[in-house]
């Protein structure tokens, strides 16, 4: 599917990105509760599909909504990871 068409198929305007805002809660349950590792892989999944809807939204002209949403998502999934698999290696 084209960049064209999604921005212009999307139900929601062009100013939401609500990848990048999924993507930050995660990142930000994924630090307190992280018991599978898979609340970190979605949050690095979902802020990097915000990344992506980001930047095809500046490519067409619109603002770049959500960028600093979806990177503070990912650092935050990627540290919740790392602090929880350091935990559980300390239990085992």
């Given amino acids: 599917m084209p960049a064209d068409s999604y921005l212009?198929?999307?139900s929601e305007s062009p100013a939401a990105n609500r990848p990048a805002t999924i993507g930050l809660?995660?990142?930000l349950v994924c630090l307190?509760?992280?018991p599978v590792l898979l609340g970190g892989l979605a949050g690095a999944v979902a802020s990097c599909i915000g990344l992506n809807r980001a930047n095809l939204m500046g490519q067409h002209g619109?603002?770049?909504?959500g960028r600093a949403k979806a990177w503070s998502?990912?650092?935050?999934?990627l540290v919740g990871t790392?602090?929880?698999l350091l935990l559980k290696h300390g239990l085992f």
């Fill in 82 to 84: 790392v602090l929880s």
């Fill in 32 to 34: 307190v509760v992280n």
């Fill in 62 to 65: 619109y603002s770049a909504v």
């Fill in 25 to 27: 809660v995660l990142g």
């Fill in 73 to 77: 998502g990912l650092g935050l999934a």
């Fill in 8 to 10: 212009a198929s999307a």
